[in-house]
């Protein structure tokens, strides 16, 4: 029936390719696409109307780019977006900072298979739209993200203590959420992995760099842990090691990601012991559940996302099951691991 089909808004100024993803979107009649608009001012006119499930979204337009639609929208009128563009390949960091003003997803046009709408690889994409038009999303911390956090007065921090942070899906969102309320001053260093499309770590380590008051590097082999924010690069596993230095880890199996959320919450729990913190936030899959189960049983402090304000709530429902002691919304997170000194307060327990 119509009324149950996934209804699809799609934002593209090529009528080329707007018609061939619309074929393949529609194969199988489970998805309607209800509206091209050419420009990013089209579609955000029509968003009250047409009331979509998910927004296709390029990030070349005429008018107002791609990114200021992500940001106009999930400001707005908050709605599940998938980016489609070829600025993915190159790794840029406007295609990353789309994903971190709260597109869920992005794909390279190269990558859409549009030619063979009945194939495998068509029906997967589909699934893949299914799946992220339901997924929660919310509003995008606009004020948070443009403004530097004032510095407050903190505990000493725990001896050797290191926070570990992971997301995937709707996570560069709520990474800039919860980084851009950590004071310059935070003393703790802050390890990041975050499930990302290939080509698209860089760019947004150098966004995340530019929004929020703590500085964020790409982590390096046997470099020191310092505060500020590591990212966990492409390809490889990071790895926090007794003495305080970094691994990089480019031959262990993969699994289902590399960088692995399990590979650095257990590394941390190994290391720190009760000094480590882990949190898991929104993203698909149980990735970092059974990292943050090791930091529990360690005597670490552990956090999931609620599922209120996860965007998917994967991998912060599996953690919630097998490790973290707080779950909290979004806004919370940041306040607690301000407030996190030598002493465990009540709440790590």
Request: glycine share 10%; charged share 20%; aromatic share 2%.
């Amino acid at each position: 029936m119509t009324a149950s089909r996934i209804r699809v808004l799609v934002c593209e100024d090529s009528t080329t390719f707007a018609a061939a993803l619309t074929r393949t979107l529609e194969h199988g009649r489970e998805i309607e696409v209800i509206g091209v608009c050419p420009t990013a001012e089209a579609a955000i006119a029509d968003l009250a109307r047409l009331e979509p499930d998910l927004v296709t979204m390029d990030l070349q337009l005429p008018g107002m780019s791609g990114l200021e639609a992500v940001e106009q929208i999930m400001s707005v009128r908050p709605t599940p977006i998938l980016v489609l563009s070829s600025l993915v390949t190159d790794g840029g960091d406007t295609a990353a900072a789309v994903l971190a003003a709260g597109a869920l997803e992005a794909i390279a046009k190269d990558d859409l298979p549009l030619l063979d709408p009945g194939g495998a690889a068509a029906a997967a994409f589909r699934r893949r739209v299914k799946l992220l038009s339901r997924a929660r999303v919310i509003r995008h911390p606009r004020a948070r993200l443009t403004a530097r956090a004032t510095d407050t007065p903190l505990h000493v921090a725990r001896r050797g203590g290191v926070v570990g942070i992971c997301a995937s899906t709707g996570g560069p969102q709520a990474l800039a959420a919860v980084l851009s309320a950590m004071p310059a001053s935070y003393p703790l260093p802050i390890l990041v992995v975050q499930h990302i499309a290939a080509g698209f770590t860089e760019g947004l380590a150098r966004w995340l760099d530019g929004a929020i008051p703590l500085p964020v590097r790409l982590a390096e082999q046997g470099a020191t842990a310092m505060p500020g924010v590591t990212v966990a690069p492409e390809g490889a596993h990071l790895v926090f090691q007794s003495d305080g230095t970094l691994a990089l880890d480019r031959r262990s199996p993969a699994g289902h990601h590399r960088p692995s959320a399990d590979v650095l919450l257990t590394s941390i729990a190994a290391s720190s012991r009760s000094a480590g913190i882990g949190v898991v936030l929104t993203g698909m899959g149980r990735d970092g559940a059974a990292g943050l189960q090791t930091i529990r049983e360690a005597g670490g402090l552990t956090i999931a996302q609620d599922e209120a304000t996860s965007a998917v709530y994967g991998m912060p429902r599996e953690a919630a099951k097998r490790g973290a002691a707080l779950i909290l919304p979004l806004c919370e997170i940041a306040d607690v691991l301000a407030t996190v000194g030598l002493e465990r307060t009540s709440v790590a327990r």
